[in-house]
T-cell receptor
Framework: GQQLNQSPQSMFIQEGEDVSMNCTSS?????WLWYKQDPGEGPVLLIA?????ELTSNGRLTAQFGITRKDSFLNISASIPSDVGIYFCGGSNYKLTFGKGTLLTVNP | DARVTQTPRHKVTEMGQEVTMRCQPI?????VFWYRQTMMQGLELLAY????????DSGMPKDRFSAEMPDATLATLKIQPSEPRDSAVYFCASGLSAGRNSPLHFGNGTRLTVT
């Protein structure tokens, strides 16, 4: 089946630093999505990307849909403590497949 | 805000018992997905419905798992008999299939513990 390789697995950063994480796949996707999950809750959508090359921002978050349609990245600028959580990438054609997640820890 | 509602939030049961998890998708959404989340495997897709019809349940162990949508406002995931390895958080997500892939909206999950 389709598999997504998400990296890094975890990150420990200081408040104020920028963060970058990415996802690659051996398969082409029509849609890339980025979600954040807080403890005890379901994943919440951050950004949706529908077109190869598309660059989309949501506040301090920026994500891009790779030109090859096999990768995507998410950047968080000027991190704050509430950015802590697990970030998942998802690739979709008709069903959504997730990466294993990036655990982000922000030290105040 | 419209939300996907899952019940129960927590379920502890003994091996061999039947477990039923319920999901109310967001009103108007016509796709429903069931995912299982574990530390080892992450988020695994179990089943997928569009317009109440099952389109893909290849991720689901067929001998003990079953998923249904009795109506547009209710999706169920049943495990019978349950086993300790079924312990996980089960998420339901809904979306709108309308020409392009609509993002999925997740419920807060059912945390299942099978002893």
């Amino acid at each position: 089946g389709q598999q997504l390789n998400q990296s890094p697995q975890s990150m420990f950063i200081q408040e104020g630093e920028d963060v970058s994480m990415n996802c690659t796949s051996s398969s082409i996707f029509n849609t890339w999505l980025w979600y954040k999950q807080d403890p005890g809750e379901g994943p919440v959508l951050l950004i949706a990307l529908y077109k190869a090359g598309e660059l989309t921002s949501n506040g301090r978050l920026t994500a891009q849909f790779g030109i090859t349609r096999k990768d995507s990245f998410l950047n968080i600028s000027a991190s704050i403590p509430s950015d802590v959580g697990i970030y998942f990438c998802g690739g979709s054609n008709y069903k959504l497949t997730f990466g294993k997640g990036t655990l982000l820890t922000v030290n105040p | 805000d419209a939300r996907v509602t899952q019940t129960p939030r927590h379920k502890v049961t003994e091996m061999g018992q039947e477990v039923t998890m319920r999901c109310q998708p967001i009103l108007g959404h016509n796709t429903v997905f069931w995912y299982r989340q574990t530390m080892m495997q992450g988020l695994e897709l179990l089943a997928y419905f569009r317009n109440r019809a099952p389109l893909d349940d290849s991720g689901m162990p067929k001998d003990r798992f079953s998923a249904e949508m009795p109506d547009a406002t209710l999706a169920t995931l049943k495990i019978q008999p349950s086993e300790p390895r079924d312990s996980a958080v089960y998420f339901c997500a809904s979306g709108l299939s309308a020409g392009r892939n609509s993002p999925l909206h997740f419920g807060n999950g059912t945390r299942l513990t099978v002893t």
